[in-house]
Every structure is written in C-alpha cells, then in structure tokens.
C-alpha cells in the first residue's frame, strides 16, 4: 500500500467516531482554511489551535471560534532571559481573553534561538510565580520539554551546553512535584515515545494524575513506538484515558507542499486504526538514521479510539 494523494482516505476504515485534533500551530487565520479542509475530511471536527491574540480575534471574527480550542503561547524570550514579570503578565492576557490554555517550549534548541549563555532549566525556582499564576487561573498547561533521543546523539553531543534528555524531563518532574494541582499536556507522547522510554513514561503516569501526552509529530511518533507495535498498543491501551490525538502541524508560517496535511492525517490513522505492517511513511523522516521510516499499525480496540480520538480531549479541555 502506498499513499495516493488522488484518494487520500484509500486503505483507512470507516471512522466510528469525531476526531480532536490537540495540537495545531495557527499563525495566520486565513491560513487556518486549509487545515480545516482536510483536517474535516479525515474526520477532524475540532482543533487545539495555539495562536496569538491578533489571530484567534482574527479567527473570531470569521466564524471559527467554534472549531478551535485556543492556547496563548507564552513569550520564550522572557524564559530564555528569565524574566518572570513578563511571563506573569502573559499568563493574565490568556486568562483575560478567555484562552483554554497556555502552551510554553522548553527544548535545548532554546539556547540557540535565543542567545543566552546558558540553557535555562525548567525548574528554576525564579519560574515559580509563573507556574503558580497558570495553577490560580486552572489554566492547563501544553509544554515541549525535550526531543528525540536521535537529536541528542547528533545535534546535541555537548550535554554541558544542551544537558542530557534525563536531566530535562527530571527538572519537568520537579516542576509538577511543586504544583500538583497543575494540568499539564506534555506533547509529542511526552517527549518520550521511544520504546526504552516507556517505562519512564509510565512512572511520570503513575506519579503525577494531572499528567496527559499528546501524539505530535507524526514522523517521531509512527517511527518510535511502531518499533514494537505490540508493546506500544499495550501501553496505550493501559492508560488510554490520558493521550490525545495531535498532528502538530502548523500553518502560516511558512508554505508546505500540496500533501503536507493528508499525509500526516493518513499516516496517523493508518498507524493506529489497522495492522498493517511495513507501509512506507509518505513524507520524509531526515531523523531516521536507517531509512525508510515505515507505518506499523497498532490496530487500536474501537473503544480506545473513542477516548483517544475525542473523549479524551473533552474531558481535558471540557
């Protein structure tokens, strides 16, 4: 089987339930049209859209309000230059325009983008003021908070400047440990999706209940957890009441080739509604060190799609 960008839902079954879209980047809201579009033909029938407040009024104003749970990217330069005033600030603008949620980036990439010295931890006890706000308003939190393990073994070899992925994903944990009533959507299946992880994943389920993932990007996602499909479905089914469906895909930024969303769409579906095995992702996966990346679907239980799709997003964004 092969993606055909004729028929783009070819080899999908017949879809028993709408779909929540978690985690989309909206920076444009003319740009919005587009994922719209295929995002309903696959099924998509709302979307967590992080967007600024320039946009989501812009996306008000054209009658899109009612398709898209907002979150308020909060200002990265502020985290990167530890100015928590600045953040606090923001925090109170999300609130006061009625956003969802707050979303916050915490990658090593942070050091780069930004030009600071040092990379700023998550857990810095100059942050508090920030995380209480976000608590006080019960404002969920969408966070990135490291990367593929691939990254650190080639992009990020000098761990004194980008520090390990244990030590990122530790300093998160003590930021939950400190704010217990903190909801948190941790994206890209925690940043931990690789099969080794998931026991780690497991602890931070177990430990912190306010705790949800999300399954952004799909390259990373399809490549890790179809290394073991088995596994991977286990784990999904045992705590299938805390991950949401997400794409991650992003629109207005920059401009994408014609088969940038049906194929990412597709590649997701295909990965958890069938067991087909070794299908060639459609798009190129640059991260795969032994390519071709291939869809090794997991065959989820029509009741855990049903969480998994939409229940899951209502509960948390209710």
């Known amino acids: ?18 779909i929540c879209d978690s985690h989309v980047h909206i920076w444009d809201a003319d740009a919005f049209n587009d994922l719209e579009e295929w995002g309903h033909l696959f099924g998509v029938k709302r979307f967590m859209g992080i967007a600024q407040p320039d946009v989501k009024k812009a ?14 990217y909060l ?30 980036w915490f990658g090593p990439r942070q050091i780069d983008y930004y ?56 300093e998160f944990n003590e930021v939950l440990e400190r704010h217990p009533s903190l909801k948190v959507l941790s994206v890209h299946f925690g940043c931990l999706p690789e099969i080794h992880n998931l026991n ?18 799909t390259k990373w996602i399809v490549r890790e957890l179809g290394k073991d499909p088995q596994q991977a479905r286990d784990f999904i089914i045992r705590y299938q009441d805390r991950i949401l469906f997400a794409t991650d895909l992003s629109v207005g930024w920059t401009d ?4 940038y969303f049906s194929t990412r769409y597709w590649s997701q579906r295909l990965f958890w509604e069938t067991n087909i095995q070794k299908v060639e992702l459609p798009f190129s996966d640059e991260d795969n060190p032994t390519p071709p990346t291939y869809i090794n679907g997991l065959n989820l239980p029509q009741s855990v799609l049903n969480r998994f799709y939409w229940q899951n997003a209502e509960k948390f964004f209710k």
């Open 256 to 259: 994408h080739s014609e088969d």
């Open 1 to 18: 089987m092969i993606f055909d960008c004729n028929d783009p839902l070819a080899g999908l079954p017949p879809l028993k339930t709408d």
């Open 59 to 72: 996306l008000e104003q054209n009658g899109k309000a009612s398709d898209i749970i907002f979150a308020y």
């Open 75 to 104: 200002p990265m330069q502020a985290f990167a230059e530890k100015k928590p005033k600045t953040i606090v600030k923001a925090v109170d603008e999300a609130h006061s325009q009625n956003y969802t949620l707050t979303k916050t």
């Open 115 to 170: 030009n600071t010295e040092k990379l700023v931890s998550i857990s810095d006890p100059i942050f508090e003021p920030v995380f209480s706000r976000i608590e006080d308003y019960n404002l969920p939190l969408d966070i990135h908070v490291a990367d593929p393990d691939i990254w650190y073994s080639t992009k990020y070899q000098d761990s004194a400047r980008y520090r390990t992925k244990t030590q990122a994903i530790d």
């Open 200 to 217: 780690k994943l497991k602890e931070i389920f177990e430990k912190f209940p306010n705790f949800y993932v999300d399954t952004a990007s």
